[in-house]
């Protein structure tokens, strides 16, 4: 699909969609915990809907209900011997400790982009908690075969702080006692800030948290997960979406944004101190931030625990007088595409000029951002930056494969349009 953004402003009040990071951990704490959930506010983008799938493939029973999603479970239980992880980056990280848990030998396979993702953290981690694991040379396929059996183990965090937060809810599933995860080099604390609100919410076992370095279980907080009473969860409206809107009001007109929680654990949360910082119009009240287009200045901020921000801060410091830097670009080799890298090719077609040096990226301000043919290269953020770009172009700009907006935000293009943009749409 082919999305055609004309130069346009925008307007009114929109909500933010669910948060598929508090989506797919109240799926994998709907699961451990045994009873029945229910999700409010559920998420309907691919990556939520990956893993609904995936708990069902584990042995939960999901259906919907007036808006709601209600999900039965007694534990890992799986269906068959193989998990699809479809495209879910977190699902895949997240689900293949939990499914590891099961004494079944299990085949977890995934498509688009989770084929180039590396993988080698389990076969160096997971046969020290007696599974069995192998990768084709660190990728997809992933063959494990457990029970996993907590230890005391160290792992590297400098990736992705998802593979934690795999092994806190594997752990907290087992029942672990006094045993310690010593993690170090920690990427995106917040996210693991995240993980252990929803172990709270859904009263799964919680590890003492030492400062983001040990996660110690003990044996005098063992006690059964959940219990027969039915569990409420809301899931959180989504900063890392938001952040797109939050932008496009900066630079193109002026939004409320609903639906957002200013206390929220998520990381994306900091783009209020970006927004801040480049001198965006902006009121930010408990439920909603009011933001409108303003003289913008060139900021510095460190995107290294919120590396989602790249691309929505990077089309903000496009119009921003001067030179903005973002730090953090180690952490966007891995993600549906190598972000840095398309950022500099995308939004160099529209004549914006990005500049990598070592962790820095470079973003120089400019008075005229073109008319051009873009590509998402099927990553879901790509298509938003464009589009937020091209508000202010100097005439239409094309975005190819737009329909990867799927994976996170499925609604982008309906809300930008109901915020008057003009923006047209191609199958």
């Not at 995934?110 to 084929?115: F, I, K, N, P, R």
């Not at 799964?204 to 969860?233: A, C, I, K, M, V």
């Not at 951002?369 to 589009?387: E, N």
């Amino acid at each position: 699909m082919q999305a055609i953004v004309t130069p346009s402003s925008v307007s009114g009040t929109r909500t933010a969609p669910a948060s598929k990071s508090s989506m797919q951990r109240a799926c994998a704490a709907a699961l451990i915990r045994n009873g029945q959930t229910i999700l409010h506010n559920p998420g309907a983008s691919a990556d939520d809907q990956a893993a609904l799938n995936i708990i069902r493939q584990l042995g939960a029973e999901v259906h919907s209900d007036d808006g709601r999603v209600i999900i039965d479970s007694r534990g890992i239980n799986p269906k068959g011997t193989e998990l699809d992880c479809g495209e879910s980056g977190l699902s895949i990280r997240m689900f293949t400790s939990i499914a590891a848990l099961s004494s079944n030998e299990i085949t977890i396979t995934g498509g688009g982009s989770l084929a180039r993702r590396p993988l080698n953290f389990f076969d160096e981690v997971l046969p020290q908690l007696n599974v069995s694991c192998s990768t084709r040379e660190g990728y997809l396929p992933l063959r494990i075969k457990g029970p996993l059996s907590p230890a005391d183990i160290t792992v590297d965090g400098s990736l992705s702080s998802q593979y934690l937060t795999g092994l806190l809810l594997a752990y907290a599933a087992a029942d672990a006692g006094d045993v310690t995860i010593t993690v170090s080099n920690l990427a995106s604390k917040p996210y693991i800030d995240l993980t252990l609100a929803v172990m709270k919410s859904f009263s799964l076992r919680l590890p003492e948290n030492r400062n983001y370095e040990q996660f110690y279980f003990s044996t005098s907080n063992s006690h059964p997960n959940g219990d027969e009473q039915p569990l409420s969860y809301t899931v959180e409206g989504d900063w890392s979406g938001a952040a797109f809107l939050l932008v496009a009001g900066a630079v193109a007109g002026n939004l409320v944004v609903k639906g957002l929680d200013v206390f929220s654990s998520q990381a994306d949360k900091a783009v209020l101190q970006a927004l801040m910082q480049s001198g965006a119009s902006i009121s930010i009240e408990e439920s909603q931030v009011t933001i409108g287009r303003a003289r913008l200045k060139p900021f510095h901020f460190n995107a290294t625990d919120c590396p989602d921000l790249f691309p929505p801060l990077a089309v903000l410091a496009a119009f921003c007088e001067g030179r903005s830097v973002i730090e953090g670009v180690h952490r966007l080799k891995h993600k549906e595409s190598d972000r840095a890298a398309t950022l500099q090719e995308e939004l160099g077609k529209m004549g914006i000029v990005i500049e990598i040096q070592d962790d820095l990226m470079i973003i120089t301000g400019t008075e005229t951002v073109r008319s051009a043919s873009v590509h998402s290269h099927g990553d879901h953020r790509i298509a938003m930056a464009c589009a937020v770009a091209a508000l202010r172009a100097d005439g239409p700009v094309t975005i190819g494969h737009a329909e990867a907006v799927n994976k996170s935000y499925p609604s982008f293009w309906q809300h930008l349009q109901d915020s008057g943009a003009a923006v047209s749409l191609n199958q």
